[in-house]
């Protein structure tokens, strides 16, 4: 008479009872370099204010920023800094036009530009320069456009002259903004 199956004649059914294992202790951990200055980065981050934040965060930075028309704004978003000549430079490189505002977020190892319509909220140009450098374009809180370029400069040019082109024909609230000014 062939034997019923049960849990002793079952080898894949587990029927030791494991504990959990005990956590290392922070002190414990591996020092690295590389992953210590990233957990030290996120070590105080407040979940329920970038969830807050996430929609508008550059609306907001470029509203507490505040630049005059023609004018940059510098604020620095971590302990550590661009050297001032990087920061110079891409200022100079960037030539804002009249109207448009904008505000340099300086973020260590990495700058972004936030180039403003003469209202905030009208549109944003979000030029992020690091190794692979891009521009984002943002008509009422949209994004319209984005495009990766090899070199900095390019990204550069190109925000300049989308910024230019916005001025010149503003995206009117109550129409649909067409792609084919960008």
């Known amino acids: 008479m062939p034997h019923k199956p049960n849990v002793e004649n079952r080898w894949w059914v ?3 009872i494991k504990l959990p294992r005990k ?3 922070e002190a ?3 020092k690295l370099p590389v992953a210590m200055s990233f957990y ?3 070590r105080d981050y407040d979940q329920q204010k970038a969830q807050e934040d996430l929609t508008d965060n550059n609306l907001k930075i470029a509203r ?3 630049p005059e028309p023609g004018t940059w704004a510098y604020v620095a978003m971590t302990d550590e800094h661009a050297p ?3 920061v110079d430079r891409i200022k100079n490189q960037l030539h804002l036009p009249r109207e448009a505002r904008g505000v340099l977020l300086d973020h260590g190892r990495l700058v972004r530009l936030l180039v403003c319509g003469p209202q905030f909220e009208d549109w ?3 030029v992020t320069l690091c ?3 891009s521009v984002e374009v943002y008509v009422w809180g949209v994004m319209w456009r984005e495009k990766l370029f090899r070199r900095a400069e390019e990204a550069l040019r190109q925000a300049r002259r989308w910024a230019l082109n916005l001025i010149q024909h503003p995206p009117q609230r109550d129409e649909p903004f067409r792609n084919a000014l960008l």
């Open 28 to 30: 414990e951990m591996p």
């Open 124 to 126: 944003i140009i979000d």
């Open 23 to 25: 956590g290392k202790s």
């Open 64 to 66: 507490a920023a505040n």
């Open 84 to 86: 001032k000549p990087v």
């Open 14 to 16: 587990e029927t030791t």
């Open 131 to 133: 190794d692979e450098p």
């Open 40 to 42: 030290n980065v996120a």
